[in-house]
């Protein structure tokens, strides 16, 4: 099946920049996305960016992605308190599957 | 409100003992899926559903099972549980797969089988 490997965890100082790396081997992947969880809860999604694209600016979010090297990253500019979560990569194809990373922990300490 | 509902949120069982984790929608989405969540193996897809009586198997189905008589539920089904089954587990739907069709998530139920 499809992996995706992104690192378990990454500690930022709040008010610093947070950057997720993720990479996938399914080079038919259509649709990349990045969801969040916080403790105790399900998961939302953040953000997703299409395997046409190179980059997707969303507020404090920027996602980008370089297809040769099937690399995704998720960057969180001015990183509060509120973004501690579990931060998960994931790969869709039009085969209605979405395959997961293991999912970044990221603290914000102050 | 939009939303998934797990139930029950919390479970402890034995081994064998038949349990039914139920799931439903309230937003006529289509596409449904479970998914178990362990440590440092992230989301794995259990069993998915496209639409009313069409499932397919995910990446980890051995041991359960599911069913889609109604577009909002979904249940997934441990005949026998063992502990190996013990993890949390997520319900979520979507109206389609990819680009801006957002993926709902329930609350998620820990499940522990001793």
């Known amino acids: 099946g499809e992996d995706v490997e992104q690192s378990l965890f990454l500690s930022v100082r709040e008010g610093d920049s947070s950057v997720i790396n993720c990479t996938y081997t399914?080079?038919?992947?259509?649709?990349l996305y990045w969801y969040k969880q916080e403790p105790g809860a399900g998961l939302q999604l953040l953000t997703y960016?299409?395997?046409?694209?190179d980059m997707k600016q969303d507020q404090r979010l920027t996602v980008l992605l370089n297809k040769k090297d099937k690399h995704l990253s998720l960057r969180i500019a001015d990183t509060q308190t509120g973004d501690s979560a579990i931060y998960f990569c994931a790969e869709g194809s039009n085969d209605y599957k979405l395959s997961f990373g293991a999912g970044t922990t990221v603290t914000v300490r102050a | 409100e939009a939303q998934v509902t797990q139930n029950p949120r919390y479970l402890i069982t034995v081994t064998g003992k038949k349990l039914t984790v139920t799931c439903s929608q309230n937003m006529n989405h289509e596409y449904m899926s479970w998914y178990r969540q362990d440590p440092g193996l992230g989301l794995r897809q259990i069993y998915y559903?496209?639409?009313?009586?069409?499932?397919d198997k995910g990446d980890v189905p051995e041991g359960y099972k599911v069913s889609r008589k109604e577009k909002r539920n979904f249940p997934l089904i441990l005949e026998s549980p063992s502990p190996n089954q013990t993890s949390l587990y997520f319900c979520?739907?979507?109206?389609?797969?990819?680009?801006?069709?957002?993926?709902?998530f329930g609350q998620g139920t820990r499940l522990t089988v001793v």
């Open positions: 979520a739907s979507s109206p389609g797969i990819g680009g801006n069709t957002e993926a709902f």
């Open positions: 399914d080079s038919s992947s259509t649709y």
């Open positions: 559903s496209m639409n009313v009586e069409v499932t």
């Open positions: 960016i299409f395997s046409n694209m």
